[in-house]
């Protein structure tokens, strides 16, 4: 298991320039934002504006604080849908090439970010809170685990607060991953399963 704390991220300015982000992990650990095969990230949205545009790229977006924003889009494959984005909304993912303008309903928002490149690796991200949860991602060659709020327990004896992000990785092929937490009262964290492809059959 590999954590990152507050003090191990680093700030930069979003790739149109339009704001910033908080890269909480990335992966491999020196990949670059053209070079990498999945980043976690949060950030500062405080005007209405377009998205970065990520080629290749499939993206999940949760809204960490704020009242929420709604994501405009014309492309084919929302049909001129848009979506209302809240901190209890279920993470919303989308294909980083989409036009994706975003409105914000009222005043700043932060929010979470999970990046994987189409041709390497898929993700799916799920909202935890208050309560008893056993993982078990048998598809999963690594696991991030982002505490957005709160804290929680690990049975293994870790513990994470307050924005602490741990990687897990498959000890054994095939395998999958296993994992046993507590997540305290009124905490709220997000579970990234990342699945590689073409991992082969032997």
């Not at 191990?8 to 650990?29: H, R, V």
């Not at 327990?153 to 897990?168: H, N, P, V």
């Not at 991953?177 to 699945?195: A, M, P």
Request: charged share 20%.
């Amino acid at each position: 298991m590999r954590k990152w704390t507050r003090q191990d991220y680093q700030t930069m300015p979003w790739k149109n320039g339009g704001g910033s982000t908080t890269e909480l992990a990335i992966f491999p650990t020196d990949a670059s934002l053209d070079h990498f095969v999945w980043r976690l990230s949060t950030a500062e949205v405080s005007s209405n504006g377009p998205f970065s545009h990520f080629a290749q790229i499939d993206r999940t977006l949760a809204i960490l604080s704020g009242d929420g924003l709604i994501l405009h889009s014309d492309s084919e494959h929302s049909h001129g849908q848009s979506v209302f984005l809240k901190q209890d909304s279920l993470p919303h993912q989308f294909r980083g090439e989409t036009p994706i303008n975003a409105e914000l309903l009222h005043g700043t928002v932060l929010d979470l970010n999970m990046m994987t490149r189409r041709d390497v690796c898929t993700h799916h991200m799920q909202r935890l809170e208050a309560g008893k949860h056993f993982i078990e991602a048998n598809d999963a060659q690594q696991l991030l685990l982002f505490c957005a709020k709160g804290s929680a327990r690990l049975t293994t004896g870790e513990t994470l607060q307050d924005y602490d992000c741990c990687l897990f990785e498959e000890e054994h092929e095939h395998k999958g991953i296993r994992l046993n937490l507590h997540t305290d009262e009124d905490s709220v964290l997000y579970l990234i399963r990342i699945q590689f492809l073409n991992m082969g059959d032997s």
